[in-house]
């Protein structure tokens, strides 16, 4: 069970490049979110998904696009690369809570993460 | 907006010892979540405490929870070299909501 899979794991863009980040997770988790990890700041939630076909803007969604187009994949995507893009990005998925549902439902499952350096 | 702030920032001990790492929160939560990361890793989840519990065990953790002064606490005991990692909360309202982490350094 390979649990939250990120491709790729390093990267380095040139300013105006575009990319895709992949997140594949093998746990037919309903959620689906996309994280970037800055020094000092914890982690920010970029966008987020319900389900397929489904996206929501997180807290810092500005220079990102997100496509569910299976329930399977959650891409991120940058459309033309910024220096302040320099991150490592983390994808995370968790089930849908129910009530009575033990713990794991509510807690995030998160891949290994994403270095994407933008010069 | 930051909903958990976590204190230290950064903390030494010597192995053995018993490390404790804060987090207060804004509004009122669902529950409250402590993740691991060890470096260049993804956050592994340690341990989730309900916003109707007090404290909770697992192993050698030990969280509690205030929801009055919305601040909750991590405790590991018996501190091993391997536990030298960041720890993170997150706060459960709305939405999942990540404090900048405990970075903890034990010392063999």
């Known amino acids: 069970n390979a649990g939250v899979t990120q491709t790729p794991k390093f990267r380095v863009l040139k300013t105006g490049q575009s990319m895709t980040l992949l997140c594949a997770q093998d746990?037919?988790?309903?959620?689906m979110y996309w994280y970037r990890q800055d020094p000092g700041m914890g982690l920010r939630l970029i966008h987020y998904?319900?389900?397929?076909?489904?996206?929501a803007k997180g807290e810092v969604p500005d220079g990102y696009n997100v496509s569910r187009l299976k329930k399977q994949n959650f891409l991120l995507g940058l459309e033309s690369a910024a220096p302040s893009q320099t991150s490592v990005y983390f994808c995370?998925?968790?089930?849908?809570?129910?009530?009575?549902?033990?713990?794991?439902?509510?807690?995030?499952?998160f891949g290994a993460g994403s270095r994407l350096t933008v010069l | 907006s930051q909903q958990g702030e976590e204190d230290p920032q950064a903390l030494s001990i010597q192995e053995g010892e018993n490390a404790t790492m804060n987090c207060s929160y804004k509004?009122?939560?669902?529950?409250l979540q402590w993740y691991r990361q060890n470096s260049g890793r993804g956050l592994v989840h340690l341990i989730l405490?309900?916003?109707?519990?007090r404290e909770k065990h697992s192993g050698r953790l030990r969280v509690t929870l205030d929801t009055s002064k919305k601040s909750s606490s991590l405790l590991i005991t018996a501190s091993r070299a391997a536990d030298t990692a960041s720890y993170f909360c997150?706060?459960?309202?709305?939405?999942?909501?990540f404090g900048q982490g405990t970075r903890l350094t034990i010392n063999p």
């Open positions: 998904s319900v389900g397929e076909g489904t996206t």
């Open positions: 746990m037919n988790h309903e959620y």
């Open positions: 997150a706060a459960r309202a709305q939405k999942l909501v």
């Open positions: 405490i309900r916003s109707n519990e």
């Open positions: 509004t009122s939560i669902n529950n």
């Open positions: 995370a998925s968790r089930g849908t809570p129910r009530e009575g549902v033990l713990v794991g439902a509510n807690v995030l499952t």
